[in-house]
């Protein structure tokens, strides 16, 4: 990533969590990762005082209290909190995810790979997207 800005990763699963932390330290990423379980954990850290937002939202669709589309559904309808680009990064290859959301304005979504190799690949492509990708200054 461009941005010294943490990656924000919403996810419930431990394993997916340690696997995400090892491939971006492979990687060489050096931006702070700040992991919550639901999307109610997270939304109370893009909103707590003092918390930098995330320049990138990685998210998992399944998980307990506030799942990824219902989190979706208020993070796009929040002035300060829509611009954040949000990749799902999930289990679930069910086609009405997917439309909800791209629906609710995803920059990508992504079936997680149980395969460690192609899991790296994938956060790799995630991260020269996020690199290459040019943005509104100030954000």
């Known amino acids: 990533m461009r941005s010294s800005k943490p ?6 699963d ?9 491939a971006l330290k492979e990687l060489r990423l050096t931006n702070p990762l ?3 379980i639901d999307g109610e954990e997270a939304l109370e ?16 669709l399944n998980m307990p209290k506030m799942n990824g589309i219902e989190f979706l559904r208020v993070v796009k309808t929040d002035r300060s909190l829509k611009k954040i680009p949000v990749v799902v990064l999930t289990a679930s290859e069910q086609e009405s995810d997917k439309i909800d959301s ?10 997680k790979p149980t395969d460690y190799k192609k899991f790296v690949e994938t956060i ?3 991260d020269l997207y996020w690199t290459l990708s040019e943005l509104p200054s100030g954000d």
């Open 34 to 36: 700040v992991r919550k």
């Open 124 to 126: 790799k492509m995630i």
């Open 7 to 12: 990656i924000l990763l919403v996810d419930d």
């Open 45 to 60: 850290y893009l909103r707590g005082e003092g918390n930098d937002l995330p320049c990138l939202i990685l998210l998992d």
């Open 14 to 22: 431990s394993v997916d969590a340690m696997t995400v932390k090892r």
């Open 102 to 111: 791209f629906a609710l304005s995803v920059a990508g979504y992504m079936a």
